[in-house]
């Protein structure tokens, strides 16, 4: 493959990753309820995630997901149900931030081991992903009959969603950003809550419409 197109999979995948959506929220919440640690797991682990469909999509396991449309809904209504519990459990940590506050503890084993769980699922459930992929390796199938560049199209996503979401979350626990969300970590996680579910209604919908 050409210069020109590695440079153009490498800014469509950073595109891609900054569109706001769960995985921010989810990226967000860990950083700044567990710390810097737990937010770079969430990042990762979310970099894996997305890895794994562009795998998928460059050995031809993706086709098959989009040839069954019921194995996709049913993958999307799961994400669904994922991003219910944990708005929910926001809106509940929520009622109880009055007390501690963001970055107030320092990060532990639990947080690290949680913000890689939620950060993959949030990938994996989000079977939009993998037409996403679809879309854009379409081009250069032909380029990428081999090893190294069948590498290259599933290493350059995982990298630069990683980047991307580790970017957020240093950002989010510098110690500036931290003192302004001592004073609002109520209404932090409470907006975080009510942002997930909005993403689980808005998958919902599509299962729905059929879109």
């Not at 944990?86 to 690290?112: D, E, I």
Request: glycine share 10%.
């Amino acid at each position: 493959m050409a210069a020109s197109g590695w440079l153009a999979v490498v800014g469509v995948c950073a595109l891609a990753a900054m569109v706001p959506g769960p995985s921010l929220a989810v990226v967000l919440r860990h950083a700044l309820t567990s710390g810097r640690a737990a937010g770079l797991a969430a990042a990762w682990s979310h970099a894996a995630g997305i890895g794994l469909y562009a795998l998928a999509t460059v050995t031809g396991l993706a086709v098959w997901l989009r040839q069954y449309p019921a194995t996709e809904r049913l993958i999307t209504l799961a994400g669904a149900v994922y991003l219910v519990w944990l708005g929910v459990r926001s809106l509940s940590q929520a009622r109880r931030a009055a007390a501690p506050a963001f970055g107030a503890a320092p990060p532990s084993q639990v947080g690290v081991a949680s913000a890689m769980r939620d950060g993959l699922l949030i990938a994996l459930t989000n079977p939009k992903v993998a037409g996403f992929f679809l879309a854009l390796f379409a081009p250069f199938t032909g380029a990428a009959s081999g090893h190294a560049p069948m590498f290259g199209l599933v290493a350059i996503p995982v990298a630069v969603d990683g980047l991307w979401y580790s970017l957020i979350a240093g950002l989010a626990t510098q110690p500036s950003s931290l003192a302004w969300l001592r004073t609002r970590a109520a209404f932090m996680q409470a907006a975080t809550g009510v942002v997930l579910l909005g993403f689980a209604l808005l998958a919902v919908g599509r299962v729905v419409s059929g879109s």
